[in-house]
């Protein structure tokens, strides 16, 4: 296989794979530990979990835009 075709099936799997991570720790956090839901108040914990979902998602779009900023090169006919 062509070293460029490689690197951009590269690209594309360390992006769904960061995507997944990223949505798999939010949900087991958020979700199922309970901190996504507000009861009668916001609480501490739900302000931090809600501070840790932006600024999550903020560093995983800043390392998908560091992935795929720079070219690869390939030539379509």
Known sequence: MEPKLLQFLNRIMRTIG???LWMTLNSTIGIMWGYAY????????NILFYSFL???FTGLLYV???????PIGIEVD
């Open 18 to 20: 960061l995507g997944v």
């Open 38 to 45: 507000v009861q009668a108040t916001w609480h501490l914990s």
């Open 54 to 56: 932006v600024l999550s």
């Open 64 to 70: 998908l835009y560091r992935l795929w900023c720079h």
